[in-house]
């Protein structure tokens, strides 16, 4: 099957920076669509920003600018790089795949990861 672990989430301070990373792994034909999402205590989960295999992206308009979304294709993986973080980005972050697997190409299956967290202290 597929597995998509995420990397890099932390404690940092308010203003700090922190990049993301989520590796899809397994038994696959291609990638579609990835993309970022975060679930803060008691809120719910919320679109970040996408990124198609082409590269086109797009972005929640919360974010301001502050977020980046990238691709490499030949490994399979989905960054975020996070600048100018503040408390209120304090959540876990989930990364996104559309993924068609070796046997089944002609359709592809959503698949999440585990989360990770990220802490931003004041």
């Known amino acids: 099957q597929v597995q998509l672990v995420e990397s890099g989430g932390g404690l940092v301070q308010a203003g700090g920076s922190l990049r993301l990373s989520c590796a899809a792994s397994?038994?696959?034909?291609?990638?579609?669509?990835m993309a970022w999402y975060r679930q803060a205590p008691g809120k719910q989960r919320e679109f970040l920003a996408g990124?198609?295999?082409?590269?086109?992206?797009n972005y929640a308009d919360l974010l301001k600018g502050r977020f980046t979304i990238s691709r490499d294709n030949g490994k399979n993986t989905v960054y975020l790089q996070m600048n100018s973080l503040n408390p209120e980005d304090t959540a876990v972050y989930y990364c996104?795949?559309?993924?068609?697997?070796?046997?089944?190409?002609?359709?592809?299956?959503?698949?999440w990861g585990q989360g990770t967290q990220v802490t931003v202290s004041s």
């Open positions: 996104y795949a559309n993924i068609r697997l070796r046997l089944v190409p002609r359709s592809g299956n959503d698949y």
């Open positions: 397994g038994s696959i034909f291609s990638v579609n669509d």
């Open positions: 990124i198609t295999s082409g590269g086109n992206t």
